[in-house]
């Protein structure tokens, strides 16, 4: 039987990929799991807001709907669909987060799915509020000719591997995450890459089909109906493609350790004092609750 993999060590570039993706297969029923338990009502709002979004532009760039371009582009159904990827994505990054915090505190264990219901209803809203704000702050970098926007891309990275596992109000995660990729900003931005890479292939499989129809239906005079059942279709294999960014966010809290291991050697501090001892109990610290 092969052993559980210890999150907290050093690992290089190849390390942190091999890691993550064994990570994944040794935990892949549990992680999927707690994965469509607590995503799969936003995942649902998010097919449905885009589905009816496209319907719409459809619509009204056929002369079936009332308002100009912009309108039905802007209107209430896409900040409907935005609310909805928001929540998706918050809920995404909380529960495989939260499953990784139980997984290392209880030994190497994979947690229930009660256990990281506790860690995401407490998590969920404190990363829902903090991931608008680093969104407008990336966009804003972003805008200063580019260059800032990448900048600050691999401490946004691990700024919610910083908050959840940590335990970190807003301004300590900031200035954490910032702290951590310092010293090893291009080991962190090129394993974010690759990771990115490897998800957006792994995505495209499914998504495969979708282009293949918008080729033919670019090339084709299809009727109204045909044209709304192309959108069903793309906006349920997008949202069903979005499993994979378990990807990722393990990979994420592997980048988070390993740049801790690298400042701190927390991980085998914490294996020289606790030799011998019992397993920790599963607990927040007592001003959580």
Same mark, same amino acid.
């Given at each position: 039987?092969?052993e ?45 807001s885009?589905i ?42 909380v ?39 680093i969104?407008?702050? !990336?966009i ?5 000719? %580019?260059?800032? =926007? *990448?900048?600050? &891309?691999?401490?946004? @990275? +691990?700024?919610? /591997? ?22 090893? !900003? ?6 974010? %890459?690759?990771? =990115? *890479?490897?998800? &957006?292939?792994?995505? @495209? +499989?499914?998504? /495969? ?42 990979? +994420?809290?592997?980048i ?8 701190e ?25």
């Open positions: 039987m092969k559980n993999i210890e999150f907290r060590q050093i690992r290089d570039f190849e390390g942190i990929i091999s890691a993550t993706l064994l990570f994944i297969k040794q935990n892949f029923k549990a992680l999927l799991k707690v994965f469509f338990s607590f995503c799969s009502i936003f995942i649902l709002g998010s097919i449905l885009g009816f979004l496209q319907w719409h532009i459809l619509e009204s760039s056929r002369g079936y709907a009332g308002g100009n371009s912009l309108g039905s582009i802007f209107g209430w159904r896409y900040w409907v669909g935005m609310l909805f990827s928001l929540l998706n994505y918050t809920a995404m990054g529960s495989i987060l939260s499953f990784v915090s139980l997984y290392v505190i209880k030994g190497n264990v994979a947690p229930t799915l009660e256990e990281v219901w506790s860690y995401f209803k407490y998590y969920f809203f404190r990363v829902f509020w903090s991931g608008m704000l969104y407008v702050l !990336w804003i970098c972003t805008m200063l000719c %580019l260059i800032p =926007g *990448i900048y600050v &891309t691999p401490a946004f @990275s +691990i700024f919610f /591997a910083v908050m959840v596992l940590e335990n970190a109000d807003f301004g300590t995660t900031f200035s954490r995450s910032f702290a951590l990729v310092k010293q090893n !900003w291009w080991l962190t931005f090129a394993t974010l %890459l690759v990771i =990115g *890479i490897i998800t &957006t292939v792994c995505m @495209s +499989i499914i998504y /495969a089909p979708s282009y293949l129809l918008m080729m033919i239906n670019t090339f084709s005079a299809a009727d109204l109906k045909v044209l709304k059942g192309y959108h069903v279709f793309t906006s349920i294999s997008l949202s069903i493609s979005q499993v994979f960014a378990i990807i990722p966010l393990v990979a +994420i809290a592997f988070y350790f390993s740049l801790v291991e690298r400042k050697s927390q991980g085998l501090m914490s294996r020289i004092e606790e030799f011998g001892n019992t397993q920790a109990p599963v607990s927040h610290p007592e001003e959580d609750y």
